[in-house]
């Protein structure tokens, strides 16, 4: 049997719950000419997985009541009629939450995976999250040498790599927020932050300020509201504002109240800018082939949560509304 997650209710402005989708049996497909049959080994979830359900999230389609959840995979091909496929390969795509998927190849990239990085490196940083980093801090955040940079979210699995992206381009502090001791502690010791600030104890206003007492260059935001606010009344001249996510943001419906402090933009001559990372699909080439070369010499930690079990799939999308994952939040479905 094929067991797949559909989307059973929308979870709109509330928290999620394991009943908002439908675990359903249905028989493994068969591929037809021209295409695979994929057994699923490793899926991803990402926060805009809610606003897919709530189809909150305009630069997709929409998703239904009733449609297999849509998200991404690794797998291996076990019977394939295509010939670039071939049983055996293992591969990453757009397989949904399903334990078998049965693909023409459109949505597998044929990029292998490249050498010197884990299996699972497509769908953590070698994936959206990734290059989401890769995008949103070099094009839209515009490093340079010397810069204060913070980021907000920064254990997850855009943040992490986000940071580390900033040491490797010579940004002179680098501070993470995060939710507990643990992250902080990870993000210092492990991936060469400077500084971080636990934003569940303590005063982040006050850190903040501490930290960066000549203005932040770079804000890179995974989170939005409080501290979105926090880091506008702390940029410095010139300052470039990453709008990236708000996750903080994502279980709130009606009106949501915007920056107080955006008139700071003004007076700092700043700039502050959201992105979508699909936008620059045509150069995820040259990011991956960065990443890979800087995972491969250990210039980049890709860390990553497993969860274990198919069924365990709405479990871990609520994780990361929760914040228990270090890295990027992945579920093992099989070997
Ligand atoms: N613009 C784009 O194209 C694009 C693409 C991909 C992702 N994104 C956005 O990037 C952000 C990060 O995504 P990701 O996949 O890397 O997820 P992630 O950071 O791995 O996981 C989400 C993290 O958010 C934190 N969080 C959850 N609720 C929060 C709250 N109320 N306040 C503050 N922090 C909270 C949690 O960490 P703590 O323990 O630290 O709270 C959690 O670990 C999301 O907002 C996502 O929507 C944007």
């Given at each position: ?25 249905s ?12 057994q ?33 995979g ?7 009629n295509h ?51 890769y995008?949103?801090f ?28 900033a040491k ?38 006050a ?9 932040i260059d770079?804000?890179?935001d ?18 470039r ?19 107080k ?14 992105f ?60």
């Amino acid at each position: 049997m094929n067991r797949q997650f559909l989307l059973d209710k929308r979870p709109l402005g509330r928290d999620l719950e394991y009943t908002d989708f439908k675990l359903v049996d249905s028989d493994v497909p068969s591929p037809g000419d021209g295409e695979v049959l994929v057994q699923v080994m490793y899926l991803g979830v990402d926060p805009a997985m809610k606003g897919w359900m709530e189809n909150r999230a305009d630069y997709v389609a929409p998703l239904e009541i009733g449609d297999l959840m849509r998200g991404n995979g690794i797998g291996r091909v076990i019977e394939s009629n295509h010939e670039k496929f071939p049983v055996g390969a293992v591969v990453s795509g757009g397989f949904g939450w399903q334990e078998y998927a049965v693909s023409d190849g459109k949505n597998i990239p044929l990029n292998p995976v490249p050498e010197g990085v884990p299996p699972t490196a497509p769908l953590s940083v070698l994936g959206i999250t990734g290059l989401t980093a890769y995008f949103g801090f070099l094009e839209v955040g515009l490093p340079k040498e010397g810069d204060v940079v913070l980021i907000s979210g920064a254990a997850g699995a855009t943040g992490s790599v986000v940071g580390q992206l900033a040491k490797l381009k010579g940004c002179s502090k680098v501070v993470g927020i995060a939710g507990s001791k643990e992250k902080c502690d990870f993000l210092v010791n492990e991936l060469g932050f400077d500084a971080a600030i636990n934003y569940r104890e303590e005063d982040q206003a006050a850190r903040v300020k501490e930290l960066c007492p000549d203005g932040i260059d770079v804000f890179f935001d995974n989170v939005g509201g409080e501290i979105l606010d926090i880091a506008l009344e702390n940029i410095s001249d010139n300052a470039r504002v990453v709008i990236c996510g708000g996750i903080s943001r994502y279980n709130l419906a009606g009106d949501i109240p915007g920056p107080k402090n955006y008139f700071n933009l003004v007076f700092r001559r700043a700039r502050m800018e959201g992105f979508i990372v699909l936008d620059y699909a045509p150069r995820f080439g040259e990011a991956i082939a960065y990443l890979a070369k800087h995972v491969a010499a250990g210039d980049i930690i890709a860390k990553e949560t497993v969860m274990e079990g198919f069924e365990q799939m709405p479990n871990a999308l609520m994780a990361l509304f929760a914040g228990e994952n270090i890295g990027k939040q992945l579920v093992h479905i099989a070997d």
